[in-house]
Each structure stands twice: as C-alpha cells, then as structure tokens.
C-alpha cells in the first residue's frame, strides 16, 4: 500500500497553483491578513515571526496531541467490554507511533505542500526544508505559506496531531474484532491514501475542494466524516460481533469513557481555536463558540435520552458532547456563539437518534458509534457552517443557498472517496492477512489472544 501511495504521488503532474486567498480550515489566518499570501513555503527571518502566535500554536499542538493520548483511549477503552481494554487503549497509542513516522516520510508534503487539485508535492519528504538554519543566515528560518507567523516545524507538529487522532477515531467502529496487525496495516494505507489527499484538497489552497469555496474551518470534512464513512466501511467489511444483538455488551468503566470524553472537551479548544494559527480574536471566537456548542449538544443529547428511555445517562451526555464538538470543528471559526447553540442543540439530537437507532434498521455493529457521532455529526455540522457562516467572520460574499451547495460538494466527495478507497484498502487486507480474529481469539477477549496482557 505504501509503495503503491508513492507511485501516486510521483504520477501526478502539478498543475498551477490557484487563489491561495480562499478561506477554509487551517489557513484562515492566512486569508484574513492584509497582506496576500505567499504560494509555497519560504524561507524568514526569525525575529519576523510572531512569539505570541507561536506560543499559542505550541501549547495548542499539545492539547491536539492529548485529544487522542490519553482522550480519546480512554473514551474508548471505558466503552469496550473488560476482555478488550488494553486492546482499545494500545489501538490508540500505535496509532499515534504509526502516523507520526509516515507524516514525518510524506504525509505531511502530500497535505501541505502546493501540487495539483488532488494532491501536494514531494518537496517536504522526511521534512526535508523544514529547518531553522538557512545557508549563512543562522537567523532564519523555514515558514509554511498556510502559517506566516510560526515557524514550520511548529505548523507540521500542529498538523501531525491532526493526521494522527483521524485514523485513531475509526477504531471505535471496528473495536472488539480487528487483527492488531491488520489495524496498522489498514490505519498506516489510510493515512496516506485517504487523509492525505482529503487534507489537500480541503485546506491546501492549490486544492480543489478549497478552490471551490468549502469551508472546513478545522476537519469536520478532513477529519469527522473522513473517519466515520471510514468507519462504516470496516464495519461493513468485517461483520458483527460475535453475540452483537444477542448478548448485553455493556461498556466497562464509564468512569474512564467521562474522563477522555473530559480530555476531548478541554483539548478540543486546541484543536479549534488552533486552526487560526494565531493567538487572535478568530481563536478566541473560535474558542467561544467551541465551548457554547459542546455545551447545547450534551443537553440536546441527554434531554432526547431522558425523554426517549426515562433516565439521563453518564455515556448519554459524554456521547452528546463529542457530537457538539465534531459539528461546531467546521464551523467554529466562522459562525458567533448563538449560532454555535443552535449548531450544536441540533448535533445532540441528531447524532442521539443516529448513534441508537440507524445502525439497528440498516443492520451494521458500529461498536462504538463512530459513524454516527462522527460521520453524521461532521455531514450535519459542515451543511449548516453554509447556513449559519458569517460574512464578517469568514471573508466568504456568498448566499446561503450557494453556500450550502458548496458544502455538499466538501461532503459528497469526502464521503465518495473516503467511503470507496477505504472499503477496498479493507478488502485488499481481508484477501491477504485477513482482517479479524478468530472466533476462540474474540471469544477469548482482545487482550489476552493479541497481546498477552490483562488488567487483572
């Protein structure tokens, strides 16, 4: 899968770069400075970068990184019965290894870099040019032309945090029956088949995605539906759990589930409010808007549920939250905080009746609700960023109608590509290593079959 991804990205001619004003996702400081921006990453004098930024840039990578180590383990690993703990928690954790070793060999130049419409260069390979050093000048330093004001390496930490929580957030849809070496294998082939071009299209402003006009202020086409269509597509592929509508398969510790859904929350303002690559008042609004969001979805959610089964439950309104946090990503630096409610009220609903009820009529073991909280909330939030999207805001002078339908081509084809190359990365492994554990290893738990380990 590797060498095929590299044959790829040889293949494709580049084409001339296009509007690099376009605001959408990460470059959004970019596009709302005076000055225009520069079309490919260059070379600046340190004391020409902005200290407050590259704080800020600095402490939001590391909220990013927590997102998924420990935040979204544990959420994980609290859902998933006892058998399979250590399992779901390492899942998380070699997902980050993986990612952050291919993103340092291509991912980040294939995303980042100006190339064609689909798919950036080779020019930052192993992160070659991403220095601090530059001939004579020792002052000076590598800059990203999406980021101005930080230095690069800083830049493609922030965007590695990205590319590594994505594949990680697929595993709850597949948890309890994956080969661990399966898992590596399809994440590592993910990352590079399908993040990667998805990133560049959407954010690169030599992408296409972002030529149109998509607004994906920080991943809820990139990351929340690439992930959950991703999802859906391994749970197609391998099948259900043994006992999966026979058995009470009740999470383990909820204690952990509100812990990460917690470390979700707080590192979720990295994550958003980062995405204006600035210490700004875009960040701060961002930020706002993040938290009002969050805020209306784990109530929408919970009040569906106490209305619905008669009782509020733990898992109820950390579940709604992660669903206001994964519709307000695309919007949140373009809308104000009432918009943001109503964003997120509608997410808590929604994604409730996704999460219980559209996996049970259509018949496939979303083991964690992935897809539904994921794939669902990010298609609801990225259509109603062209609802709600302030002019002021996002520097977009289109209509809502026109909008929308803009936002629908960001979603139709994320979903296409990310439903299509995923589905056959799954089938070209189950035809080769094989996908799933035997009966006797999945029977037995997670754990102990794949890695000799329990928590007793």
Same mark, same amino acid.
């Given at each position: ?68 180590v ?24 070699a ?32 992160f ?10 020792a ?63 959407v ?14 202020y !920080?991943? %809820?086409? @990139?990351?929340?539906?690439? /992930?959950? $269509?991703? &999802?859906? #597509?391994?749970?197609? +592929? ?45 960040a ?46 695309? !919007?949140? %630096?373009? @809308?104000?905080?009432?918009? /943001?409610? $109503?964003? &997120?009220? #509608?997410?808590?609903? +929604? ?8 996996k ?31 002019k ?65």
């Amino acid at each position: 899968m590797i060498k095929l991804s590299l044959i790829l990205g040889l293949l494709l001619a580049w084409t001339p770069l296009v509007n690099a004003d376009d605001v959408s996702g990460a470059p959004a400081a970019v596009a709302s400075s005076a000055a225009p921006a520069p079309t490919a990453p260059f070379m600046l004098a340190a004391d020409k970068l902005s200290a407050g930024d590259t704080a800020w840039m600095l402490a939001s990578t590391a909220l990013v990184l927590m997102m998924c180590v420990p935040g979204l383990a544990l959420f994980y690993g609290g859902m998933v019965r006892k058998k399979n703990v250590l399992a779901t928690l390492m899942q998380s954790f070699a997902c980050t290894c993986v990612v952050t070793i291919l993103w340092w060999v291509i991912g980040y130049s294939w995303a980042f870099t100006p190339g064609n419409g689909f798919l950036g260069g080779a020019s930052r390979a192993l992160f070659d040019g991403v220095r601090y050093v530059h001939g004579d000048n020792a002052n000076s330093l590598s800059v990203s032309h999406l980021a101005p004001t930080i230095p690069e390496a800083v830049y493609a930490m922030f965007q590695m945090t990205f590319a590594i929580i994505t594949p990680a957030l697929i595993a709850g849809a597949f948890a309890d029956r994956m080969k661990f070496s399966a898992m590596l294998l399809f994440l590592a082939a993910w990352s590079l088949l399908v993040y990667a071009p998805i990133a560049h299209m959407v954010w690169e402003p030599t992408g296409w995605l972002n030529a149109a006009g998509v607004l994906d202020y !920080a991943g %809820g086409t @990139v990351v929340h539906i690439n /992930a959950g $269509v991703a &999802g859906l #597509a391994s749970c197609l +592929v391998l099948g259900k759990r043994l006992g999966y509508g026979r058995e009470a398969m009740p999470p383990h510790n909820l204690t952990y589930t509100l812990i990460g859904a917690s470390l979700l929350w707080v590192g979720w303002f990295g994550f958003n409010a980062g995405s204006a690559v600035a210490a700004d008042g875009r960040a701060g609004m961002a930020m706002l808007a993040t938290q009002m969001a969050t805020g209306a979805a784990a109530l929408g959610w919970m009040f569906t549920e106490w209305v619905a089964k008669g009782k509020p439950s733990v898992l109820g309104i950390a579940s709604g939250a992660v669903a206001g946090l994964v519709a307000i990503t695309p !919007a949140s %630096g373009f @809308v104000g905080p009432s918009s /943001a409610v $109503v964003i &997120g009220a #509608a997410a808590g609903v +929604v994604c409730y009746f996704a999460a219980t009820s559209l996996k049970h009529a259509f018949g496939y073991d979303d083991s964690l609700d992935a897809f539904g909280v994921h794939g669902i909330g990010g298609i609801l939030g990225a259509l109603l960023t062209g609802v709600f999207f302030s002019k002021e805001l996002s520097g977009v002078d289109a209509t809502v109608g026109k909008q929308v339908l803009t936002q629908l081509k960001g979603v139709v084809t994320t979903v296409v590509y990310g439903f299509a190359v995923s589905y056959a990365i799954l089938v070209v492994i189950d035809k080769t290593l094989g996908l799933r554990v035997t009966e006797e290893q999945e029977r037995e738990g997670l754990d102990i079959s794949l890695h000799g380990e329990s928590i007793e």
